[in-house]
């Protein structure tokens, strides 16, 4: 919006000060957030809380199918060892 060189244009601000409401108008629609699109933040404190929880849960499934396969890998290969029946 404004050139590099400030010290250049500063008679152009007394000259025409519609240029400063235009200016100031775009910065202002620019910045507007529409009503329907705003988030509050209690509804995103409320999204992560739910997020957090889907991760714990997650987390805590992931581990349960860690154990658990370590737990397959030692009965077979103790199976093996013991020189039980062939695994298929």
């Known amino acids: ?48 809380d739910q997020l957090t929880s889907l991760c714990d849960k997650l987390e805590a499934g992931l581990l349960r199918s860690q154990a658990d396969s370590e737990k397959l890998m030692e009965a077979v290969v103790g199976r093996m060892l013991a020189g039980g029946d062939s695994v298929e």
């Open 1 to 48: 919006m404004f050139p590099l060189d400030y010290s250049s244009n500063l008679g152009v601000w007394d000259r025409n000060p519609s240029a400063i409401k235009q200016m100031l108008t775009e910065s202002v629609n620019s910045t507007l957030i529409c009503g329907s699109f705003f988030i509050s933040p209690r509804r995103i404190v409320a999204k992560v």
